[in-house]
């Protein structure tokens, strides 16, 4: 007791130590796998992950997603007007009002560069993230009328 009222009172008298002086922090050192150290419990779950709902007729939500990210990319010469306009068959009413006085000049991304990565989230509501040149277009797609929709949309630099 007499040693941990002696250090506090030491770093009362000390003050706040900056962050730098701390140090970078020890490397991890493994020395045995968790199942070697846990075992194993042999326990089967029979939680799946969420999976998204195929709708017979209808584009995946990737799909979509990519078509949105091609089109909300492909902003040179066109009015906010006709911008939003080739975003509407990819979106909600919602977003589509949010986008109505955007000027398109300040999309931040040039081109589309990869295959969309999909996170269900349950089977009517998925994240997409599709990498852009130059960073991560994050959509939140929903299925709205049958159909999976681009709902709201997020940017984040690499």
Do not use: C, H
């Amino acid at each position: 007791m007499l040693v941990v009222i002696v250090v506090g009172v030491a770093r009362v008298i000390s003050g706040p130590q900056p962050f730098e002086a701390a140090g970078p922090p020890p490397p991890l050192q493994v020395s045995a796998s968790s199942s070697e150290i846990l075992g194993d419990d042999s326990v089967a779950t029979t939680e799946d992950s969420p999976s998204i709902s195929a709708i017979p007729g209808v584009p995946a939500p990737e799909k979509v997603a990519l078509d949105f990210a091609n089109a909300w990319v492909k902003s040179t010469g066109m009015t906010s007007a006709q911008w939003v306009k080739s975003l509407e068959p990819y979106s909600t009413k919602r977003l589509l009002e949010q986008f109505k006085d955007v000027d398109p000049t300040s999309v931040p991304a040039e081109s589309v560069r990869g295959p969309a990565t999909v996170r269900p989230r349950d089977s009517q509501l998925a994240e997409v993230d599709v990498p852009v040149t130059p960073g991560t277009l994050k959509l939140r797609l929903l299925v709205s009328n049958g159909r999976w929709l681009v709902d709201a949309v997020s940017w984040e630099r690499s």
